[in-house]
Each structure stands twice: as C-alpha cells, then as structure tokens.
C-alpha cells in the first residue's frame, strides 16, 4: 500500500485544518486507516484510527472532541479533520495503513511520507 499525506500547514490556534491521505496499490477497503504524529524531540504518539468495515473509530485522549477521522472508501482517501487546533499539536502527521489497528505505532506496516502542522498561539 503506498500512501500520499496531503493538507498540513500553518494555523493559528483555535483555528482547523483538513488532512487527507489516499492510498493506492491495494484494496483500500480492506484497510484500516490511521494517523500518528511526532513532534521536534518526542517520540510517535497515536492520534486516530478508523476500522475498515465497521467504521469504529478510536482517539487518544488528546484527540477525542477535536479531532474527526473518516474515509471515502470510493476514493481510497482518509481524512483527519483537526478543529480547535492547539500550539501543542505542531507536529509531522502521519497517515499509516494495515490490516490490523493499534494504538501502537511499530505495529502499522504502511506509513505515509508526513505532513507538516504547525499551530501558532
């Protein structure tokens, strides 16, 4: 599965901003989709993922009530919409793939290249 990250950049806090990753080479809807992020000094941390039949979703805490992931399976495109964004969130974003969902980043076998967000206060 090759993954094409699209939509970070620069915010203001409180403000939003859309990501999107579409991926091709596989049945996407075979997929279950994910988003992790690094930040400058820290390591990967977990931020969404979606199933890919059910549709269940899973945040961490530091997501929940903010942040919406969803999928287009007819255009082989995750989304991850970010809303009230803080300066704490400026970080490289990575949209990952697999057949299996985890909050564990060495468990996802597709990754992304990264889109870059940046909140400023």
């Known amino acids: 599965v090759q993954l094409q990250a699209s939509g970070g950049g620069w915010v203001q806090a409180g403000g939003s901003l859309r990501l999107s990753c579409t991926a091709s080479g596989r049945t996407f809807s075979d997929y279950h989709m994910g988003w992790f992020r690094q930040a400058p000094g820290k390591e990967r941390e977990f931020v969404a993922y979606?199933?890919?039949?059910?549709?269940?979703?899973m945040y961490a805490d530091s997501a929940k009530g903010r942040f919406t992931i969803s999928r287009d399976n007819a255009q082989n495109t995750v989304y991850l919409q970010m809303n009230s964004l803080k300066p704490e969130d400026t970080a490289v974003y990575y949209c990952v793939a697999d057949m299996a969902a985890s909050v564990v980043a060495g468990l996802w076998n597709y990754w992304g290249q990264g889109t870059q967000v940046t909140v400023s206060s």
């Open positions: 979606q199933r890919a039949r059910s549709g269940r979703t």
